[in-house]
Antibody, heavy 119, light 110 residues
Framework: QVQLVQSGSELMEPGAPVKISCKTS????????MNWIRQAPGQGLEWMGW????????TYVQGFTGRFVFSLDTSVSTAYLEINSLKTEDTAVYYC????????????WGQGSLVTVSS | FILTQPHSVSESPGKTVTISCTGS????????VQWYQQRPDSAPTTLIF?????ASGVPDRFSGSVDSSSNSASLTISGLKTEDEADYYC??????????FGGGTKLTVL
């Protein structure tokens, strides 16, 4: 069965970097795009962008350019989100979500990774 | 392209509730609409994809539809159960590939 298992909670200081992993199984990693979604405390879902697992091409939406980096390690079917120069307002749960490739596909979600930024 | 949902809805167990998702700045029928359920302290899961298709394991009490005339999508939940109490998000696309989420609707089953 399709599974996306994310790395655990992180407590980070402002200015530090953090790297979240999203290890997948149960499907061909290179077929489906990987999306990243942020959910700030008490807020809704916010799409950050996506990475093509076929080409590595990334798309970042406004507000997530510069400090946010999507990457892949296809050898272990894992996607990564790195956030540099953390700010307190980056405190949120970050989700990876497998996108769709063909009609009949639907989105599978990771369990989320809580990043808390505090001094 | 913006998707607007009611902030909250409430209904009694056993009843039927419909959550709307209204598009603005584009035609909602141009791209598929998905619905996600997020129970408290849990990750979202896919309920409905491609407007009206249920994801595997989703009971047929959940149904989705799109109405071009009102430029809106709807999620209908019949035979409400207390376990349906959750946040529900609609999602579609802008420029074909960019995800757009509605703001979410908190469903209370009382």
């Amino acid at each position: 069965q399709v599974q996306l298992v994310q790395s655990g909670s992180e407590l980070m200081e402002p200015g530090a970097p953090v790297k979240i992993s999203c290890k997948t199984s149960g499907y061909d990693f290179g077929t489906y795009p990987m999306n990243w979604i942020r959910q700030a405390p008490g807020q809704g879902l916010e799409w950050m962008g996506w990475i093509s697992t076929k080409t590595g091409k990334t798309t970042y939406v406004q507000g997530f350019t510069g400090r946010f980096v999507f990457s892949l390690d296809t050898s272990v079917s894992t996607a990564y989100l790195e956030i540099n120069s953390l700010k307190t307002e980056d405190t949120a749960v970050y989700y990876c979500a497998r996108g769709v490739d063909n009609q009949g596909d639907y989105v599978y979600w990771g369990q989320g990774s809580l990043v808390t930024v505090s001094s | 392209f913006i998707l607007t949902q009611p902030h909250s809805v409430s209904e009694s167990p056993g009843k039927t509730v419909t959550i709307s998702c209204t598009g603005s700045g584009g035609d909602i029928a141009t791209n598929y609409v998905q619905w996600y359920q997020q129970r408290p302290d849990s990750a979202p899961t896919t309920l409905i994809f491609e407007d009206d298709q249920r994801a595997s394991g989703v009971p047929d009490r959940f149904s989705g539809s799109v109405d071009s005339s009102s430029n809106s999508a709807s999620l209908t939940i019949s035979g409400l159960k207390t376990e349906d109490e959750a946040d529900y998000y609609c999602q579609s696309y802008d420029a074909d590939t960019l995800w757009v989420f509605g703001g979410g609707t908190k469903l209370t089953v009382l």
